[in-house]
Each structure stands twice: as structure tokens, then as C-alpha cells.
Nanobody, 121 residues
Framework: QVQLVESGGGLVQAGGSLRLSCAAS??????MGWFRQAPGKEREFVAG????????YYAESVKGRFAISRDNAKNTIYLQMNRLQPEDTAVYYC????????????????WGQGTQVTVSS
């Protein structure tokens, strides 16, 4: 049973930055990444990374602004979010899957509890 512990959410003004962290324990996963869900909207894929090799995938809406990375020694992934916009306001969820493609389409093995990101104008 994998457990995912998230941190780093908060309130920031438009144009600012936040860095989310997700520490995994209880096992290993092939791929990890981030989803987000805004009030009244469906949950959507944000970014994913393959654990053992450098391979990443981003939603079109965040390309050039967000960057996903990993720290193998800490079994942790990060989401660096720059030039944040009000449209980025959502609960952000860490997730695992057994391939990057399955992660991207939402075939998830484990979810984190979510962390709130709020971007004000």
C-alpha cells in the first residue's frame, strides 16, 4: 500500500510561484504526477514523470510554466509552478500509475489527499 504525502500549497498572487512536493512511501511506482480539480470542473491531468528515467509529459495549459522533477533518494516528486494565473486555482492531487501513458489518461493506482492552490488577481 503506497502512501502519498503532499505539501506546498497556498495562496499566491497572479504571476507568482509555488512548489508542490509529494513524498511516497510503502512501495515504488513506475510513474508519478499531478492532477488538479477546480470547483465545478472535472479533474484534469497536469504533469507526469517516469520514475527511473527522464521522461515527462505536460498538459498543454501548463507547458512552459510548470516543471515536474524527482528526487530518487527522497522518493519525492515536485511540481514547480511559475507565472501562476487565477485559472490555475484548484486542489492539486499527487498520483501514481504503472506507466506514464496510464497516468496521463487517469488510470491511477494511488491518490494523495490533495493540496489547495489559490491564485488571486
Amino acid at each position: 500500500q503506497v502512501q502519498l504525502v503532499e505539501s506546498g500549497g497556498g495562496l499566491v498572487q497572479a504571476g507568482g510561484s509555488l512548489r508542490l512536493s509529494c513524498a511516497a512511501s510503502g512501495g515504488t511506482s513506475i510513474s508519478m504526477g499531478w492532477f488538479r480539480q477546480a470547483p465545478g470542473k472535472e479533474r484534469e491531468f497536469v504533469a507526469g514523470i517516469r520514475w527511473s528515467v527522464t521522461l515527462t509529459y505536460y498538459a498543454e495549459s501548463v507547458k512552459g510554466r510548470f516543471a515536474i522533477s524527482r528526487d530518487n533518494a527522497k522518493n519525492t516528486i515536485y511540481l514547480q509552478m511559475n507565472r501562476l494565473q487565477p485559472e490555475d486555482t484548484a486542489v492539486y492531487y499527487c498520483a501514481t500509475a504503472d506507466s506514464l501513458d496510464r497516468l496521463r489518461i487517469g488510470t491511477i493506482d494511488y491518490w494523495g489527499q490533495g493540496t489547495q492552490v489559490t491564485v488571486s488577481s
